[in-house]
């Protein structure tokens, strides 16, 4: 089939790509000319496992192309995914500008064509009709400046996506569901077309399983799925973390706890990991736009408002327990073991060290840190009151304490007895629990997790 993906951020090019992998016609279009050029060059401007690679070897089959003539892509193909960023906006509600002007652009390109529209960004509830009339104005406003009377038909689907990064490329080819939401059961049926050879495992890790659910709704489900799933998950980890500090409290160990009812297949084992909380892209941007739009509607939401609550008090008990260990943090020197809101991504959107740098500044320390990928790439991600190091070795020297802040796989494999021994006081506060405290202890660290210290 013949796709065009708007936007190559990070849910439109790893879209883009996967639907070339299947075997679709694909054309990914974008307005910035540098990051076209990056592309066609064979460069993905985000840093996602495996996506490079397959991008290539993609455009060597001559599926998948770049430019940023949005006209030829909309006259080109019969599916057009709409994959603009939607960011927050300072009250937490969603900044759906990019959306807009998008959809006006794709009606003023439409023939006569049937064309299908799909809202692929996280968009507030509502949006798909929203998109259908803007688009039928651009339509509109085209033909009254060109005279030329055009009977457009189209329609609009929400196809929400449910990609981690750092395993966006995987989650694709591997969905627990695809999510179909619209009114017209011919656009329906084109797009479970489109996702056939996903569907029947044909390129995922394992083919054996049962086909891949296809869940078929109106457009407003289909849009709520995506928010619910989302304030779910996160307050499943806030859920966590309030349970760690109760942990703390009376001596018990989360992670045994975690475990314990994790096995329970109502709870399901997964984000149960406590720590330092949430951050991201999307868990902190969904929630707050959900709680807004429930607010627009005159509904207070009293258990996500708890959710955020609890996440920001999260990210500083890290802090907190460095004060207990070191009593005075002014003039101290803390290193910071990662900065990315997660592993395997560059990225530092709402991640959990920025307030955590914030906070140890207010309160007088020196901050310096040592993280894989924004250690190497040179860049300084917008980052102030921290000193980068380029090796673990170096964000050790003088320190009076290292936190460990993300997850990164190689922070396992650290020779701990030589980083302890040029730390001024070998002090960790493990805000993963990813470390094993007893090979910690054995190498001179007094040791501190989330709720098991
Ligand atoms: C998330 C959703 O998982 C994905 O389905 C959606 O489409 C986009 O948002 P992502 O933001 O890439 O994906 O990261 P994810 O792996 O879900 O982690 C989100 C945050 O939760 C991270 O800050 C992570 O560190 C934290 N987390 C996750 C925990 O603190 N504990 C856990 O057990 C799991």
Redesign the pocket.
Known sequence: MRVCVIGTGYVGLVTGVCLAHIGHQVICVDNNEEKVKLMRAGQSPIYEPGLSELMVANMDSDRLLFTTDLGKGVRESEILFIAVGTPALEDGSSDTRYVEAVARSIGEHLDEKYRVIVNKSTVPIGSGDWVRMIVTEGNEAHQQQTGQAIAVNFDVVSN???????S?VY?TFNPDRIVLGGNNPQALALMRELYTPLIERRVGENPDLPPVPVVMTDLSSAEMI?YA??AF??T??SF??EVANICDRVGADVSQVAQGIGLDSRIGS??????????????PK?VSALIHTAKDYGYTTSILNAVVEVNQVQRLIVVEKLQQELKILKGKVIGLLGLT??PD?DDMRD??ALNIIQQLNRLGAKVKAYDPIVSQSGVSHGLSGVQIESTPAMLADQCDALILVT?WQEFLKLDFPALASRMHQAVIIDG?NFLDKAKLQQSGFRYLGVGRS
């Open positions: 929400p996506e449910f990609l981690r990064e750092g966006a989650d995506k799933a989302n998950l996160a499943k980890i966590i973390n997964k984000f149960l990991n406590a720590g330092i909380g949430w951050g991201g892209s999307c868990f969904d809101f997660k991504t991640a959990p997850e993963r």
